[in-house]
């Protein structure tokens, strides 16, 4: 199987992801480390083992930066509730917090593991992995690949006209990770915004008829109603499991390698992806921006691999 640690910021959307990383064979979960974002650390890393302990196949779960490298932290309670998993009740988890800090994680795993064979995926700000890469530069040539949600161009922002929430809150990061030089997948807005939790794709997750199928169509019917407000759409986009989604299936998305660049300096549009589309920049691509996916096939996916929890 496939090696991975998820970085994360839970969030209805990351525990989902969570799940279907745990529920899925050809990937091996190596931990879970936590970062502060939608809500506040001591919440994320809790909602992180409640979505591990809900899988019923425990993964050590850590708690890592309580802000972003340089800026105060901005939190997504509007979108999420105010304990980040609202819509289910969940019990406080019996699996404890790893005492070892989520940093510390990612370099220690980074080193035990043969180079090139962990795969990091990121699904909130990117201040863990951030700080790993600058105080063990080594760590760098170790990973295997990076694939995270965040950013937009063609759709652009959703925290702020111009910027997506995980890079807004910590554009410094997110800038570190992107341009680390190895290869990196992001899976924007362009793309999530394509997989809507519509009725019936909820109402898939309920008819499993397990408690993984109740909860999570709990979170849904909560975690939708702000972005159906927003978007006017009929359900709204299920970011973060797309990560997960794109190492099972990467015949699920469509994109491009090209140039990705982050807007540190403007107030007006901090955190924004600037993404080469068009090739018109001449500068080097350095990522795979996923643009398309196949929202059928992806809720279809998501629906049978949780069946099994
Ligand atoms: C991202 O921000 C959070 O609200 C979601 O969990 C997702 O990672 C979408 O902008
Ligand atoms: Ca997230």
């Known amino acids: 199987p496939r090696k991975i640690i998820i970085d994360t910021d839970p969030g209805q959307d990351d525990a989902i992801a969570i799940l279907l990383a745990l529920a899925s064979p050809e990937i091996e979960l190596l931990g879970v480390t936590t970062v502060a974002g939608n809500v506040p650390l001591a919440r994320t890393q809790e909602n992180a083992r409640k979505a591990v302990e809900l899988s019923g196949r425990p993964v050590p779960v850590m708690a890592g930066c309580d802000r972003p490298l340089r800026r105060p932290l901005s939190t997504a309670e509007h979108v999420h509730g105010k304990t ?14 790893d005492p070892r800090h989520g940093v510390d994680f990612l370099i220690d795993t980074l080193r035990a593991h043969p180079a090139g ?20 530069p080594d760590l760098v040539e170790r990973v295997r690949e990076i ?20 890079i807004y ?16 997948t992001i899976i924007p807005l362009d793309c999530t915004h ?7 794709r909820v109402d898939a997750f309920r008819a499993l008829g397990t408690r993984v199928g109740a909860v999570v169509a709990g979170w849904l019917d909560f975690f939708e109603r702000f972005d159906v407000q927003k978007y006017g759409s009929e359900g709204g986009p299920l970011h973060d499991p797309c990560v997960i989604a794109y190492l099972l299936r990467p015949d699920l998305f469509a994109g491009r390698h090209i140039n990705v660049e982050i807007e540190t300096r403007s107030e007006l549009t901090r955190g924004a992806m600037v993404a080469d589309w068009w090739r018109v920049s001449g500068r080097a691509p350095n990522a795979t921006f996923l643009k398309e996916v196949d929202a059928d096939g992806y809720f279809a996916l998501l629906t049978e691999r949780l069946a099994v929890l």
């Open 117 to 136: 064979t962990v795969t990091i995926c990121i699904l909130g700000p990117m201040t863990n992995v951030a700080t790993a890469f600058l105080r063990a």
């Open 147 to 166: 694939v995270l949600m965040g950013g937009g161009y063609f759709e652009q922002g959703n925290i702020t006209p111009a910027a997506e929430f995980n």
């Open 84 to 97: 980040g998993l609202d819509g289910a009740d969940l019990p406080e988890p019996s699996i404890p917090l």
């Open 194 to 200: 394509k997989a809507l939790t519509t009725r019936a």
């Open 169 to 184: 809150v910590d554009p410094e990061a997110a800038e570190t990770v992107i341009k680390c030089g190895r290869p990196v």
